[in-house]
């Protein structure tokens, strides 16, 4: 049976990728229904607000949904929202066996309505932890949402091979190649919000948006599914951008542009953030707390050597994405970070190495 069972959450845990470009603020979920070794149901959550994964498969499953296991990456939900409980579907549908990967952080689910008791009354065997890191490593700004009350912070670095990210001149497009720089796009799908600072406004002028008619047709992405553009915030302690930037073409709804600023007399703009710490820069610090009041659950730094130099030291990064072009740019060219210097290598902070890829012809790195 245990093997059985890791086949199918396996197989849940393929499903819930279909949401990771759209499901922000919530969690990625799959689940699978199962009766007599025969797959009846399969659902993923898609957006917030759409029907959960367990909804979409016990509809699939019709009423051969009786006497079924149901395997989930997520403790099912108990509580309404914009979406009615699944436990309560499960139960009605007579589901015989409920196998899920982790609890939900999210306090409404296992402090408030014990959807794992309401299972258990019902006569449904519950139970729990298989895949159980593969199913956290699938939501890290949501998990770091509910039980560290802040967003989970990336920062993406493009660099050449002796570290340097743009000519004494400024000039830094492109230094990796097209599929390195459309792997962004996907990274920047799955954020949030980016931030970037004005020095990068200024000289590059870019749009930080998420380009999805240039996306190809192999990428994970449900076509049928409109991709959110990130919300952008502009950390410019002056407040000098002004509304004729590139970036500002893009702006939506949902994907709106702020300047985080320590500007005393701009306070009162009106997508402005007025956020000062004591050297009158933007306090990176209550920037990731308004992120946080947001409702923003990962967060994407794309910025110069000076922002993101500010970020490594604040110790705020939870995780690098560093692309590494097959180049040399010299001695006179611009360091991949700002940060001083240290007097032994024992200060040295070491990071633990999750994966390294070829992307086209440039290396990925992720480090932690």
């Keep these: 049976m245990y093997e059985q069972d890791k086949k199918y959450m396996h197989r849940a845990l393929q499903l819930a990728l279909r949401g990771q470009y759209t499901t922000r603020p919530n969690p990625l979920v799959g689940a699978v229904l199962v009766k007599n070794n025969q797959i009846i149901g399969e659902g993923a959550h898609l957006q917030a607000g759409e029907p959960h994964a367990e909804i979409y498969a016990l509809k699939q499953a019709g009423e051969n949904a009786k006497g079924s296991t149901c395997y989930v990456t997520l403790e099912p939900c108990s509580h309404w929202g914009r979406t009615g409980p699944c436990v309560d579907a499960l139960i009605q ?3 015989a066996r409920v196998v899920f990967s982790m609890r939900d952080p999210n306090p409404k689910v296992h402090y408030q309505n014990q959807g794992i008791e309401r299972l258990k009354a019902a006569g449904i065997l519950v139970e729990q932890g298989l895949f159980e890191a593969e199913s956290r ?17 990336r920062a993406k670095i493009a660099a050449s091979l002796d570290g340097k990210t743009a000519l004494s001149n400024g000039q830094s497009q492109w230094i990796t190649g097209k599929a390195a720089r459309q792997d962004v796009q996907y990274l920047r799908a799955r954020s949030s919000v980016i931030i970037t600072g004005w020095g990068t406004i200024k000289l590059d002028n870019p749009s930080l948006n998420i380009r999805q008619k240039d996306w190809p047709e192999n990428c994970l ?7 959110k553009q990130p919300a952008r915030i502009i950390c410019d302690s002056k407040y000098q951008s002004s509304k004729d930037l590139k970036i500002y073409e893009t702006e939506t709804q949902e994907g709106k542009i702020w300047i985080a600023h320590a500007n005393f007399y701009k306070k009162s703009e009106p997508q402005g953030i007025y956020l000062p710490n004591q050297n009158n820069q933007v306090d990176l610090f209550k920037l990731l707390d308004w992120c946080y009041e947001q409702n923003f659950t990962d967060v994407l730094i794309e910025a110069g050597n000076i922002l993101t130099g500010a970020w490594v030291q604040s110790g705020l990064i939870d995780e690098y994405w560093i692309y590494l072009a097959p180049c040399f740019l010299g001695s006179g060219a611009r360091d991949m970070l700002k940060i001083p210097a240290l007097e032994d290598l024992n200060q040295a902070k070491r990071f633990s190495l999750q994966s390294s890829e070829l992307i086209g012809q440039d290396l990925r790195l992720i480090v932690k």
């Design 93 to 95: 549908a007579g589901v």
């Design 221 to 227: 992405l449900d076509k049928s599914l409109a991709i």
């Design 137 to 153: 490593a699938l939501n890290p700004g949501f998990i770091s949402y509910m039980e560290r009350r802040r967003p989970y912070v």
